[in-house]
């Protein structure tokens, strides 16, 4: 069985909430991390709370000349990417006659393309190495077409969902798994913020378990994902809703 130790994982998105509680996680389970987000900034103000092997990559994964450019730069400084977690995501929630033609291109740019232009870079050396992980952030959203989210957000998140079917039936073959979490509500600025507070006491109502989730929790199954154990899960959607909506 695959030892994770030494392992390199790149996680997008890691200056935000999820992202950064992946990254920890990751990194106690001995994993080496690539800290990617939108700005240096971002990333340097992390500092010093990681304990382990971190490498910050500040670069716009909507951006194929970035990514190609940024990935090579890993694979030559710190080393190949063995576990992808595509995480980075911007929320809009506008629906259709609302969302502008920029809105929309911008929403799928970070939602998709990033994490399309992403899996096309480190597959190679996944499939030579017959070993790899990949992990979408993906939505309840793309689920049911968004309960507060809009329709670039909704559309985005469902069309993750597709790319995780379609690359996971290309590689099971090659060892690597390929599988979404599909949060709904996790206690982040996304939902503390974005969202009135009318908005989230009726929401809570419609939650079973009574709560918003914890983004350790959901760091919890990106680690359940990436382990050894889990090789036989793939083109999975894992709900993290709280029993919200069951499929
Ligand atoms: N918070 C929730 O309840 C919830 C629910 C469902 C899905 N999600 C998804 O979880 C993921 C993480 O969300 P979060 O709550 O931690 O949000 P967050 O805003 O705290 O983190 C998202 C991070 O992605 C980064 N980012 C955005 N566009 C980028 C780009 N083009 N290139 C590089 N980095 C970029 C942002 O700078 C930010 O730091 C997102 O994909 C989001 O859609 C969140």
Redesign the pocket.
């Known amino acids: 069985m695959t030892s994770l130790h030494g392992k390199i994982a790149l996680v997008?998105?890691a200056?935000?909430?999820?992202?950064l509680a992946t990254a920890k996680a990751l990194l106690e389970d001995g994993l080496k991390v690539v800290l990617?987000?939108?700005h240096s900034e971002?990333l340097n103000a992390l500092g010093g709370q990681f304990k382990g092997d971190v490498y910050p990559a500040a670069?716009?994964?909507?951006d194929y000349d970035q990514v190609v450019l940024n990935v090579q730069k890993i694979q030559g400084e710190f080393g190949n990417v063995d576990v992808l977690i595509n995480?980075?995501?911007?929320?809009s929630n506008n629906k259709v006659i609302d969302t502008q033609p920029e809105e929309w291109r911008k929403v799928l740019?970070?939602?998709l393309d990033?994490a399309f232009f992403l899996t096309k870079m480190v597959l190679p050396h996944m499939k030579a190495q017959r070993w790899g992980r990949i992990i979408n952030?993906c939505?309840?959203?793309g689920k049911t077409g968004g309960l507060t989210a809009g329709t670039a957000y909704s559309t985005s998140?469902g069309a993750l969902q597709s790319l995780t079917y379609s690359v996971a039936r290309e590689t099971a073959q090659f060892g690597i798994t390929v599988n979404g979490i599909a949060?709904?509500?996790?206690r982040?600025?996304?939902?503390m913020e974005q969202l009135t507070e009318a908005q989230r006491t009726e929401l809570l109502k419609s939650i079973p378990v009574g709560r918003f989730?914890e983004p350790e929790e959901f760091a919890h199954v990106v680690r359940f994902l990436t382990s050894p154990l889990a090789g036989f899960i793939t083109g999975e959607i894992i709900d993290l809703n709280g029993g919200l909506h069951f499929d």
């Open positions: 997008t998105g200056a935000g909430v999820l992202g990617n987000d939108l971002k670069f716009d994964i909507s995480n980075a995501g911007i929320l740019g970070a939602n990033g952030t939505s309840l959203a998140k949060p709904a509500y996790v982040t600025p996304m939902v989730c």
